[in-house]
């Protein structure tokens, strides 16, 4: 009835943009960039706009932070653009997975794969890219220190998965790739990686499947379905769903042969009887010549956390029950047992519980034993409309070398430029990596790769973050 015209927004953010309305002249003090473009961009005032968008990039440097040690850019543009008027399923533009291994890392598009590696006198350099696939890789490995490879010590391996295929190339120290093989697991892979020399990969369905660089061969075997796996050494430990734990010795592969079939041997079964969901294998520092003291982690399928260890003097009688805690009521989905932390993540939202742990000359102790330290959730939403190599191109971690603090990788929302990178241990936010921002439409991060890395700059301390 008096004419007025009551706006329901944010006051404080009005006053700047009032005052800009009167005079031309901007100040910023006291409010954020960010939420002044999003009102300016309500009310529609464009030369409000483009003065905030150039505040926003005269904060930012296109040469990134202290953080920052690299760009890797694509290959050939005019290769993508030819892939993409095809109108492919994926778009092939989109780095979906990255790994790293020592001073190199490969990045996995839609249907190819560049390596790139770094030198103190060169910097980074594109090494390898694999020729055109037909099919959309959804998993990738790379071993970058190959012993006794099918052309010398200065070999470099790399393979990718879709479906049931893997292809596996062999990468010379001038960079150039030969095919070694393509294989088949039989059924959809879920994990790629590498043991030494040899090429592993598993299918929760009950598969393994083994390519050994001294033989040339590869072998399917049969196992108990697979409900997690971790590596120590030579080692590869598989949970199941039967409750029990088993490994197989790829140092003695390919001797160890019985008909044909891999060794796999039955190490330890839950006393629940309930499905191994994650597996986390520490190697403590040899305590007599006959052996380690090996710990083992484990989560199962009802939200227990159990320790067991094995002790050098008791190796024919198989790891005993070390420690139990009933903290998760949903299913473990990772574990972390490191030299000063246990981790363990439940399915409720990635709820995170974490315990110190006590040592005494590097073996875990019970004086006084794991203690509780902290409780949080890494929230993440996931994408909508996912694509096979979603979850590998997007794990939270944790990630680290064992014996030093680790981290927990956290991407809020599927398409996004900001990361925060969290403590496994307190979840307290570390560093908050902040990526390029080009044409705004494409800004997303699609994968990190956290690497131990005495080879980088001093300024990564130990960690490197890849944006892409």
Avoid at 26 to 34: K, Q
Avoid at 192 to 204: C, D, E, K, P, R
Avoid at 303 to 328: D, K, M
Wanted: glycine residues 8%.
């Amino acid at each position: 009835e008096t004419g007025a015209i009551f706006i329901d927004r944010d006051p404080a953010a009005f006053a700047p943009i009032l005052n800009f309305l009167r005079t031309k002249e901007l100040d910023l003090r006291g409010v954020s960039i960010n939420v002044l473009r999003h009102e300016a961009e309500f009310y529609g005032i464009t030369p409000l706009v483009r003065r905030l968008l150039l505040c926003e990039e005269l904060e930012r440097s296109s040469c990134g932070s202290v953080l920052f040690h690299g760009y890797l850019p694509p290959p050939g543009s005019f290769v993508f653009m030819l892939w993409f008027s095809l109108g492919f399923p994926v778009d092939p533009r989109k780095v979906l997975i990255v790994a790293g291994h020592h001073n190199w890392i490969v990045a996995a598009y839609a249907h190819f794969a560049v390596c790139y590696r770094i030198k103190e006198s060169s910097g980074w350099q594109q090494v390898f890219t694999s020729p055109y696939l037909d099919w959309t890789i959804e998993r990738v490995a790379l071993n970058a220190k190959v012993v006794g490879g099918p052309h010398g010590d200065k070999d470099k391996m790399v393979a990718v998965a879709s479906e049931s295929s893997i292809i596996l190339w062999s990468i010379q120290d001038g960079g150039s790739g030969s095919e070694i093989g393509v294989f088949s697991l039989g059924v959809p892979v879920d994990a790629l990686f590498f043991i030494g020399n040899q090429l592993v990969a598993t299918s929760h369905t009950g598969k393994v499947g083994v390519w050994n660089a001294v033989t040339q061969h590869w072998q399917v075997q049969d196992v108990v379905p697979i409900t997690s796996y971790d590596t120590a050494g030579s080692f590869l430990l598989l949970g199941c769903n039967n409750g029990s734990i088993y490994y197989i010795d790829m140092q003695k592969f390919p001797l160890r042969m019985k008909d044909n079939d891999l060794l796999v041997t039955e190490l330890y079964h839950d006393p629940s009887n309930d499905a191994i969901t994650a597996l986390s294998v520490y190697l403590t520092p040899k305590t007599s010549v006959s052996g380690n003291w090996i710990e083992i982690a484990y989560g199962t399928s009802s939200g227990a956390v159990r320790v067991i260890v094995q002790h050098p003097e008791t190796v024919g009688s198989g790891p005993q029950l070390f420690q139990t805690f009933t903290v998760h009521r949903s299913p473990v989905t990772k574990i972390m047992l490191s030299e000063k932390h246990l981790v363990s993540v439940c399915a409720d939202n990635n709820h995170v519980r974490t315990w110190t742990v006590t040592r005494f000359r590097g073996m875990i102790s019970t004086q006084p034993g794991s203690t509780p330290l902290a409780s949080f959730k890494i929230l993440s939403l996931e994408e909508a409309e996912s694509h096979g190599s979603y979850c590998s191109g997007n794990d939270i971690g944790p990630f680290g070398e064992r014996d030093d603090q680790q981290v927990f990788i956290q991407k809020v929302v599927p398409i996004t430029n900001k990361l925060f990178v969290r403590l496994s241990s307190t979840g307290k936010r570390y560093i908050h990596v902040e990526g390029f921002k080009g044409e705004r439409s494409r800004t997303r991060t699609v994968q990190v790769v956290v690497s131990p890395s005495s080879l980088l700059s001093p300024l990564s301390r130990r960690f490197c973050f890849l944006l892409l």
